[in-house]
């Protein structure tokens, strides 16, 4: 295990009960200057103890306690898959470009450019519409949507109840809640667009379908679990292998959602800039939220990582921060105790719920200062305080990344 002092991660044993740890796969913790939730812990001590855990968790400083399992945590498994730790939203993950502007070269009122973003980028939803689809599928869609149709419909046709998820018509669309668009500057004044987003309404289906599915079967099979959360899918069965496929088609839709919607974002901002830019230079597309195939330790594993992204030796990677804080470009370091992963946000240090009851619109308007966003109550679950700092997050995971560039934000759009 070697000392404290050699290593940049600690065992959850050491400062949790010894003697529950002692029941359960090692969980090695990139946290230290962050603070991490009794919940949490419990949480992933519960993930620790299923059978087929491949040699560790790894667990990302920005941990928090999630629906289904434990936010910003790796988790490797042989034989099995958990459908919950995968959660709904399939894919979800970053896409951000460099663009040829400057700081000089934006306008100095940057509310129309918001106002521009909001129209042309569906988003949000109100009680019984959702507002945030398309009524007619835009060309970039429609094109997108024709690479995909045909995998989904293998889908349906093993599983009808598919059928009615919203697809083509989410597609290219932002969502809600911390998903969100932003235009940003680093650390040179060159101009950045940046967005946050997954597979939308048909991830969510596949997702909840088959948390239904592997639920149903623990029962069918009298197979005792410490959380219904922990439902798994054992491989070589047949909804396994349904599984797989679709998850991985909800991660394909996800992809191109965030590279649709990023073409619209960016043909809306070239209608309120004057000067003419390319928006195609360092351009990163990355999940954070998705099950891979992956090689580690000369085995063949699945990687779950929720709330996690891929840091391989050399690919690059997202970090945002919140809504008034730095985000980060990085290039992953290859590290392989935490299976070349990272954090992949700043990570909550509440829940919405409490961030409503303890932050005012003044208390938000002051934390996002200076950028150009909604400032109203329906947002407060969103404002800077209810999030980690990120400086500390980007402190703990040294070893797991390097900063290519850090970005701060002039325009968000939230979903």
Partial sequence: MGTIADRSYDFLSEAFDAAKASKAAPVKMWTRGVPVDEASKEQLLNT?????????????????????????????TKGAIIPAAVGVDLGCGMMAVRTSLSASDLPDTLAPLRLALEKAVPHGRTLGRDKGSWSDLPAATAEAWSALELGFTRIVDKHPKLAKANTANHLGTLGTGN??????????????????????????????????????????????????DLAYLPEGTEGFDDYVEAVEWAQSFAMANREVMMRHAVDAAREVIAKPFEAHLEAVNCHHNYVAREHHFGENVLITRKGAVRAAEGVMGIIPGSMGAKSFIVRGKGNVESFCSCSHGAGRVMSRTEAKRRFTVEDHAAATAGVECRKDADVIDETPKAYKDIDAVMAAQADLVEIVHTLRQLVCVKG
């Fill in 179 to 228: 998903h969100f668009i932003e235009l940003c500057l680093d650390e040179e004044d060159r101009v950045w667009f940046m967005l946050h987003s997954g597979s939308r309404g048909v991830g969510n289906a596949i997702g909840s379908y088959f948390i239904e599915r592997a639920r149903e079967d623990m029962l069918r099979y009298f197979i005792n679990i410490p959380d219904k």
């Fill in 48 to 76: 620790a103890r299923m059978p087929f855990i491949y040699k560790w968790l790894a667990v990302m400083p920005d941990v928090h306690y999630g629906k289904g399992s434990t936010i910003g945590s790796v988790i490797p």
